[in-house]
């Protein structure tokens, strides 16, 4: 292709080849390295890996960490709370999302664009302040509450707030967009001629939507779940806005380890076995999947 | 008709879901009563006191100054990255940046939080840099994990259109560094558009990481909000709240007029 552009290539290629390395690579690498380190007083808080002393070279490496996180079922079942809870609101989001995307994208090209601008509009808005936003509405004092009451339904206030139900409605209200804007892009590029076409053949509704939306609309599906899942798992803002202490999750878990026990090592071999648990299964998904669509086409 | 109520029917309870919280939260932003959720009567007390909280005001502007320097400087690489991803084939260890340039996707913020913060604090022990965290440190961050959602933008764009308008301009005698601003920019400029909006916005937005890497003088808009609404209800936040949302709806209107006008033409 272009072969003269040899002196821009090493600025265009470095610039961000070693910004990258710099500050996202070395940084891994080195949870990794306090992951197994020997946790003790002092500033850092751990011990240093390689020592040279009076005895000589010693390396303080241990997998103590990683032992006592996997023996303790705190851990582990704040893992697993974390891994169902990505699960339970991508299936949600999905099954909330997907007849919205598609009525949108099957209306009219005018009234589609106020739709679509009207399903934007909460996703550039700020995330903090919609999980906030249920925090007000599932208050004792709340209005849903106060609905409630008007309506006969329930004769006290109900406490709403601080269970992972609550965790689950914040998440599926501020994950939702991110469900639907990558269904409409697939819905809205699907020919409506398709659906007349099999109902013609004799297809009944259900069947039509079976064979021929649903496969059609795939990549959307696999898009938006991967943008709902991988920031649910280490989500850390709203279980500690809506959520109480019945199930603990593994981002705030991090956090507290962190912040509240200055523990590096544990809260950086907790990291560690995150992004093996939780991140290299989604990146092995994407990889096969690429593979699979690539042989289709 | 029965297909027609089912959709109605199916993008008003959509839509209200989307829209209850929001509207309510506005609504009681005009409430003239400490105690958020009890109406006392219509005023604009809170509007009034946000704009003389200077804990606010700092924050707000602190986030708009890290979040436009993000976005620039995230923009730049991700043409960058996107451009050689696409146009060059000697890179070395290909698959290795294409690893960095996009695992920042997947990774979770808690993660990418602290270990920044953990770099930063090394780092500081071995050479003094940075001397102390702060808008600096909050800034590299964010422009960290901009760059990977800025550059698949470009990416995609870029190998989407067609290459042969280079190898035309090269061919009729363009300078090589001639093809990339007068060809290749102009083409992807939208890309780069709404690549630096997705930025910005991300930066904006971001509580997790600049929670980690924020320090003394740095404390952003997510930080002050979320250190007011942790543990309880502020008024005044959801008198932010609705000027926030004002002008995301002005913003969106805006953009939607622009496109119109520019399909009619």
């Known amino acids: 292709m272009i072969k003269n552009l040899k002196k821009q290539n090493v600025w265009f290629v470095f610039t961000p080849y070693l910004w990258l390395v710099l500050f996202f690579f070395v940084p891994l690498a080195l949870i990794f390295k306090i992951s197994i380190s020997v946790s003790e007083w002092g500033m850092p808080p751990y011990r240093d890996l390689f020592s040279f002393s009076e005895n000589g070279f010693k390396i303080n490496s241990t997998l103590g960490n990683y032992l006592f996180i996997f023996s303790d079922p705190f851990y582990i079942r704040s893992y697993l709370n974390s891994l169902s809870l990505a699960f339970t609101s991508t299936v949600l989001c999905l099954l909330i999302g997907y007849p919205i995307a598609f009525y949108v994208a099957k209306s009219k090209p005018s009234i589609r664009n106020i739709l679509l601008i009207m399903l934007i509009i909460p996703f550039w808005s700020s995330f903090l302040l919609r999980v906030y936003a249920w925090k007000v509405l599932l208050q004792g004092s709340g209005i849903i509450n106060s609905i409630l009451i008007h309506i006969g339904l329930i004769s006290e206030p109900i406490s709403m707030l601080h269970n992972h139900y609550a965790v689950i409605l914040g998440v599926v209200y501020t994950y939702l967009p991110f469900m639907i804007l990558p269904l409409y892009g697939y819905l809205v590029k699907f020919d409506l001629n398709l659906i007349d076409a099999s109902n013609d053949l004799g297809a009944k509704p259900l069947n039509t939507f079976v064979k021929v939306i649903l496969p059609l609309s795939l990549p959307g599906i696999v898009a938006g779940s991967m943008l709902v899942f991988i920031p649910v798992v280490g989500e850390y803002i709203i279980p500690e806005m809506l959520g109480g202490s019945d199930k603990l999750y593994f981002g705030k878990i991090i956090w507290d380890e962190f912040f509240v026990n200055r523990d590096w090592p544990i809260a950086s071999a907790l990291a560690m076995s995150g992004i093996v648990i939780l991140v290299f299964p989604i990146i092995i998904f994407q990889l096969m999947y690429a593979k699979y669509n690539f042989k289709n086409e | ?265």
């Open chain 2, 1 to 265: 008709m029965n297909k027609l109520f089912f959709k109605i029917f199916t993008l008003t309870i959509g839509f209200s879901f989307l829209y209850f919280p929001i509207l309510t939260l506005i609504a009681y932003s005009f409430n003239d009563n400490k105690r958020v959720m009890v109406w006392k009567g219509f005023s604009f007390r809170w509007y009034k006191e946000l704009f003389q909280n200077e804990q606010i005001l700092e924050a707000f502007y602190t986030s708009l100054k890290i979040a436009s320097l993000s976005a620039t400087f995230a923009t730049i690489m991700g043409v960058m990255i996107g451009f050689s991803l696409t146009r060059i084939s000697k890179i070395p260890a290909r698959p290795f940046f294409i690893f960095l340039s996009s695992s920042p996707l997947v990774m979770p913020e808690i993660i990418l939080g602290l270990s920044l913060l953990l770099f930063f604090i090394s780092s500081n022990h071995i050479i003094g840099f940075p001397s102390s965290k702060g808008q600096l440190t909050v800034l590299i961050s964010h422009i960290t994990f901009s760059v990977a959602f800025v550059a698949v933008i470009i990416q995609s764009r870029l190998s989407s259109y067609d290459k042969n308008i280079e190898e035309a301009a090269q061919d009729l005698g363009t300078i090589p560094n001639m093809i990339f601003w007068k060809v290749t920019a102009p083409v992807i400029l939208p890309a780069i558009l709404s690549g630096w909006l997705l930025a910005f916005t991300l930066s904006l937005d971001d509580l997790v990481v600049a929670s980690f890497t924020t320090g003394p003088g740095a404390n952003t808009l997510p930080i002050v909000v979320f250190s007011k609404v942790r543990l309880g209800l502020s008024p005044e936040v959801n008198a932010l709240s609705a000027i926030i949302m004002l002008i995301v709806i002005l913003a969106a209107i805006s953009i939607y007029l622009i496109n119109r006008s520019n399909i009619k033409k």
